[in-house]
T-cell receptor, first 116, second 113 residues
């Protein structure tokens, strides 16, 4: 596709359930990022992929959060045993090179997660 | 750690007026700095970036930003604001790992007629 695609666009889940969020980066982009955007908190970095490996996962807030990337393309962010504080917009971005300052990040429109 | 602070949560300007959005950074050496814009219903888009060299950088949509080491600032400016500029603006700096960007909390811009 022309841009970064994220699905679903909205997700409502009950506390304690697991959720999976999907990101399709721009074709050919080797770098992929997950961010979380909460009201009044700006964008919080979660994890960075270069190809299928994640050299920087320092932003994952707890072991309930995990992510994987397969085939150097699609990535899935999984949140286990969701809590209300996990409610946020989860943004995915991709870029053509290995560092965020070499080429701009292209962001998707995000998945809005609501935990009830 | 490298971080940025955006002191203004909300800014309101009249259409046609000039605009300056503030960004202060915390970093020992010369940082790599960025401004991104998030328009309603759209993803974030890069406006401009600063790595080194000329401290005044030009971006898209008529925006510019000036890097001032003495003030640890990288303020975004536009001479004449258009209604379509209403959006959320984020300043960002490259993280210590060099891989990701650390974003500020954003400034919401409202443009009045």
């Amino acid at each position: 596709g022309a841009g970064v695609s994220q699905s679903p666009s909205n997700k409502v889940t009950e506390k304690g359930k697991d959720v999976e969020l999907r990101c399709d980066p721009i074709s050919g982009h080797t770098a992929l990022y997950w961010y979380r955007q909460s009201l009044g908190q700006g964008l919080e970095f979660l994890i960075y992929f270069q190809g299928n490996s994640a050299p920087d996962k320092s932003g994952l807030p707890s072991d309930r959060f995990s992510a994987e990337r397969t085939g150097g393309s699609v990535s899935t962010l999984t949140i286990q045993r969701t809590q209300q504080e996990d409610s946020a917009v989860y943004l995915c971005a991709s870029s053509g090179q290995g560092s965020s300052y070499n080429s701009p990040l292209h962001f998707g429109n995000g998945t809005r997660l609501t935990v009830t | 750690a490298q971080s940025v602070t955006q002191p203004d949560i909300h800014i309101t300007v009249s259409e046609g007026a000039s605009l300056e959005l503030r960004c202060n950074y915390s970093y020992g050496a010369t940082p790599y700095l960025f401004w991104y814009v998030q328009s309603p219903g759209q993803g974030l888009q890069l406006l401009l970036k600063y790595f080194s060299g000329d401290t005044l950088v030009q971006g898209i949509k008529g925006f510019e930003a000036e890097f001032k080491r003495s003030q640890s600032s990288f303020n975004l400016r536009k001479p004449s604001v258009h209604w379509s500029d209403a959006a959320e603006y984020f300043c960002a700096v490259v993280s210590p790992s060099g891989y990701a960007l650390n974003f500020g909390k954003g400034t919401s811009l409202l443009v009045t007629p």
